[in-house]
Each structure stands twice: as C-alpha cells, then as structure tokens.
T-cell receptor, first 108, second 115 residues
Framework: AQTVTQSQPEMSVQEAETVTLSCTYDTSESDYYLFWYKQPPSRQMILVIRQEAYKQQNATENRFSVNFQKAAKSFSLKISDSQLGDAAMYFCAVSGRFGAGTRLTVKP | NAGVMQNPRHLVRRRGQEARLRCSPMKGHSHVYWYRQLPEEGLKFMVYLQKENIIDESGMPKERFSAEFPKEGPSILRIQQVVRGDSAAYFC?????????????FGEGSWLTVV
C-alpha cells in the first residue's frame, strides 16, 4: 500500500524568500517516481517537478528543487525566490497517491 | 495534442438522480485515474483503470459508485442515487502506463453539485 503524508496544512513565505514544503511517503514498490503538483485557485492540477527514485541526484526545475532522501522516505520541495504566483495548494504524490496538501501563501 | 478531457465541467443533480462523468485520456495513454476533491481538502484516490480492467478500486465507496474504461470510448465514473455529500470536484488523470513510473496528467475536473 502507498501512503503520502504532508504534515504542514499551511505555510507562508515572504516574496523573494525561500520556503520548503515537507512530504513523507511509504510504498511497497522498489521502482517509483515522486511528484509535486500545484493547484492554484483555478483548481487546475499543474505538475511542478518529478523525481526518479533510482536517481540520487535531486531534481531541479528553475526555482523549484527537491530534497529526496530515499532511506528516510522523504521528498521535500524547495521554492526559491518565491513569487506571488506561487501561492497555491501543493500536493506531493507517489505512485498515483496524493498527500492532503499544503496551502502556500506568499506575502508581498 | 489534446490533454485529458473531462465533461461535463459542471453538473447539477437532484438527490436520488444519477451522475455520469466522462474522461477521455490523452492520446496514447491507456491508464486512467479518478480522484475526488471535497472543498478545502486534498485529492482522494478513487479508482485506477486500464482499458477494460479495473486495477485498483480501493478508494471507491462500496455502494452507488462505479467506474469503467471500455475498449472504445471514454472512461466513465457513475454515481447512482446521489446525495449531498457527493458534491465535490472529480478529477480524472491519465498516464501512458502505471503511475509508478510515469507522470499522470490531469483534466480540469468535473464539478458535481447535488441539490
């Protein structure tokens, strides 16, 4: 069975600052991918970044990067130089299962 | 290349009626997932289907809910005898193969309102 836990229901960051969103998971699969999705007020689900579990190198996508700790089953998302448009719900996902989400507020 | 298409985008049903939500996956995708999102909550996995097969329905309520993905045509999530608690956004997603190794792409959701 797969479970995904996001322990931060809400986070806040000042514009241009850095914020880290946490995610832990459990899976019985040996080969899997991990994802972060963003859901803005429009409710559209947008892929932010993905990580292949067999790769040791952390994925990076512009201002977004992950800290993947496979042994600890941890997969956090770091947003650098936060922008107002980053305000959204963020969901961590593993093998089609999603966490409860973290609502990110960006303060001007 | 069209994305995941869901229709209707908005559906209003009276209590006791049936709701049918349709999902056409992205071209080349043979795997479909359905999720439910209640207001101010996260995405709850409902069911995972391949063409003509239900792979995992562990998130489906035992009664009134069913899903199919026929050989031809869209995937359908069917809710019989709807109740107010069924009011939610229902998201469909698709992937080329299993979600373990592939990105899943989402449709824009279908909003069901039960009055």
């Amino acid at each position: 069975a797969q479970t995904v836990t996001q322990s931060q229901p809400e986070m806040s960051v000042q514009e241009a600052e850095t914020v880290t969103l946490s995610c832990t998971y459990d899976t019985s699969e040996s080969d899997y991918y991990l994802f972060w999705y963003k859901q803005p007020p429009s409710r559209q689900m947008i892929l932010v970044i993905r990580q292949e579990a067999y790769k040791q190198q952390n994925a990076t996508e512009n201002r977004f990067s992950v800290n993947f700790q496979k042994a600890a089953k941890s997969f956090s998302l770091k947003i650098s130089d936060s922008q107002l448009g980053d305000a959204a719900m963020y969901f961590c996902a593993v093998s089609g299962r999603f966490g409860a989400g973290t609502r990110l507020t960006v303060k001007p | 290349n069209a994305g995941v298409m869901q229709n209707p985008r908005h559906l209003v049903r009276r209590r006791g009626q049936e709701a049918r939500l349709r999902c056409s996956p992205m071209k080349g995708h043979s795997h479909v997932y359905w999720y439910r999102q209640l207001p101010e909550e996260g995405l709850k996995f409902m069911v995972y289907l391949q063409k003509e097969n239900i792979i995992d329905e562990s998130g489906m309520p035992k009664e009134r809910f069913s899903a199919e993905f026929p050989k031809e045509g869209p995937s359908i999530l069917r809710i019989q005898q709807v109740v107010r608690g069924d009011s939610a956004a229902y998201f469909c997603a698709s992937s080329p193969s299993s979600a373990s190794g592939n990105t899943i792409y989402f449709g824009e959701g279908s909003w069901l309102t039960v009055v």
